[in-house]
């Protein structure tokens, strides 16, 4: 099943009013795939991305996971797709264990790998911190840090380099890479070529459209030639 598709996103569009964020856009993301989406502010990427992860509807177009078209609210959707959002929200009152903790009971995944996903994101001294006392680049990870614990086989983030040290931006590499090596899809937005280049694919956004969509090193050399 390595070649299978797994999300097949074909004929979407989405406006906000007057304003045209998505035309007719195609996407097909398999198992196991990483797709890094690029383009300059206002492509649309953050459109799509809440597209793909079922978390906003098309006006036009089909969004398939798995070959069955997403519901409204869908169960799959919950259960199979993480999600790290560009808007971040948290419990001021949990710490970070806390946080993963409820992440691990409300997706029936094993709290026995909170300390691993913890080493993993350089978290492993703020198990016991609430997010009022975190680096905004710490609340990023704990974000990443709760879609890791979950179940998936895709995961989806919003420019997650955002509020990264250079040494946590390549950490976030590892672990993109790491999701393709175990059948887990990624996609996500990203400005920094560095990280997109960790991808297989790279899906070039301009105005609402797709304008290159193929292997990374070659979508980047196209882009800087
Ligand atoms: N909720 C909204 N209401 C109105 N317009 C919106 C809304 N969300 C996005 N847009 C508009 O849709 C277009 C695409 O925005 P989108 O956020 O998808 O782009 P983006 O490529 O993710 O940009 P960025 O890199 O800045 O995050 C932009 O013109 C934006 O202003």
Not at 4 to 26: C, K, M, P
Not at 145 to 150: E, F, G, N
Not at 161 to 180: F, K, M, N, T
């Amino acid at each position: 099943m390595g070649t299978a598709v797994l999300l097949a996103a074909a004929g979407v569009s989405r406006a906000y009013g007057e304003r045209v964020a998505l035309r007719t856009v195609r996407l097909d993301v398999a198992r196991g795939e990483l797709v890094a989406l690029m383009g300059p502010n206002g492509s649309g990427k953050s459109t799509l991305l809440r597209i793909a992860a079922g978390r906003d509807r098309p006006d036009t177009g089909t969004v398939l996971l798995d070959g069955a078209p997403m519901a409204e609210n869908d169960p799959r959707v919950r259960a199979r797709v993480a999600v790290v959002a560009d808007t971040p929200s948290w419990y001021p009152d949990l710490t970070v264990r806390q946080h993963l903790e409820l992440v691990a009971v409300g997706h029936g995944a094993d709290r026995g790998r909170i300390d691993a996903v913890l080493r993993e994101l350089r978290l492993e001294a703020h198990g016991g911190s609430v997010p009022g006392a975190l680096s905004s680049g710490q609340l990023q990870s704990l974000l990443l840090a709760a879609a890791l614990i979950r179940p998936r086989d895709l995961l989806v983030l919003d420019e997650p380099e955002q509020r990264l040290d250079p040494g946590a931006r390549r950490r976030l590499a590892d672990v993109v890479r790491a999701e393709g090596a175990r059948g887990t899809a990624v996609l996500y937005a990203t400005h920094h070529r560095e990280l997109a280049l960790a991808a297989h694919r790279v899906v070039l956004m301009e105005d609402g459209a797709v304008v290159a969509d193929g292997p990374a090193d070659e979508v980047l050399a196209r882009e800087e030639a």
